[in-house]
């Protein structure tokens, strides 16, 4: 299975268990009347409209490069990835102004044991899901999908703050509730900045980790043959990274010996990173220090 296919698949589960959790959340936080259930439930639609937006950025970040998009489609996933964000952003705003103001007007809310139950349901579920969905991630480099399985992590987080609340609230405090909906509204407008705070590395043309341009610089060093780099460049599109470096090679050898040495240099690289990589090598001579003491030895 490619890696598109992966990541729809996956993704397809998340939605479909959003779907379950949203109807079971409304249904039960409107009949016991909980605001932080129904604040779940917003935080669930959230992760159902992000899971529509994972496969379609994913569908067209997939495509071939074409005439007119030279280096692929990469950014669609990008924009997947900011309109998560921005998605998270505000609808932990909306949760946690709508939970404050209630908090403000004084009203007590013990919702009762339905509620726990539900948040119960909720915490095992999206946990599940969310381990699911970052293994994939993780594997295939997605950054949109990474974004997706935390925000599946939230919601089981945001749940058991709706768990504690309701706990909070059989033992007698009336404002258990609405706190518990202030808590999700923050975790996840938290998470939503770190998604767009990702984006905007991104778009301003950020480097990879210095951990994966270690491994890089690893993988350079150890082919046979190459005498130096430098110039070493790289930048994100989507879950491709797009990277450029200058060689140094012996100036005795070949065309064809330093094409080589690219090449391997090429494959070592593509082992080493684990995500989609285009690579651009560029082979210079060594300075002959042979050549260069003969040179002084005329001018004497």
Request: glycine share 10%.
């Amino acid at each position: 299975m490619n890696q598109v296919s992966q990541i729809i698949r996956v993704t397809i589960w998340g939605l479909c268990l959003n779907l379950f959790l949203v109807g079971l959340k409304l249904a039960v936080g409107i009949v016991v009347g909980s605001a932080a259930l129904v604040a779940d439930a917003v935080h669930s639609i959230s992760d159902l409209f992000t899971d529509i937006v994972v496969i379609l950025g994913i569908r067209l970040s997939s495509r071939p490069a074409d005439e007119d998009h030279a280096y692929g489609h990469g950014r669609f996933e990008t924009i997947a990835t900011s309109l998560i964000g921005a998605m998270l952003v505000g609808a932990g705003v909306f949760i946690a102004w709508k939970s404050g103001f209630s908090l403000y007007r004084g009203e007590i809310n013990i919702p009762g044991y339905a509620v726990v139950v539900v948040a119960a349901v909720s915490i095992l579920s999206k946990e599940w899901i969310y381990r699911v969905t970052q293994r994939v991630a993780r594997r295939v480099g997605s950054s949109a999908l990474h974004v997706n399985a935390w925000h599946h992590r939230t919601d089981a987080l945001s749940s058991v703050a709706v768990l504690f609340g309701a706990v909070a609230g059989l033992l007698g405090w009336g404002y258990g509730d609405q706190s518990a909906a202030i808590v999700v509204g923050v975790m996840v407008s938290i998470v939503g900045l770190n998604a767009l705070s990702k984006v905007f590395v991104e778009l301003t043309e950020g480097s990879i980790s210095g951990e994966e341009q270690r491994s890089i610089a690893e993988a350079i060093q150890g082919v046979p043959g190459v005498k130096g780099w430098h110039r070493l460049r790289t930048r994100l599109v989507g879950r491709e990274v797009f990277m450029d470096v200058h060689l140094l090679v012996d100036s005795r050898l070949s065309v064809a010996e330093g094409h080589r040495i690219c090449s391997t240099v090429e494959s070592a690289i593509m082992q080493t990173v684990q995500r989609p990589i285009n690579i651009v090598v560029h082979c210079e001579p060594e300075r002959d220090p042979d050549a260069t003491d003969q040179k002084r030895s005329s001018q004497q």
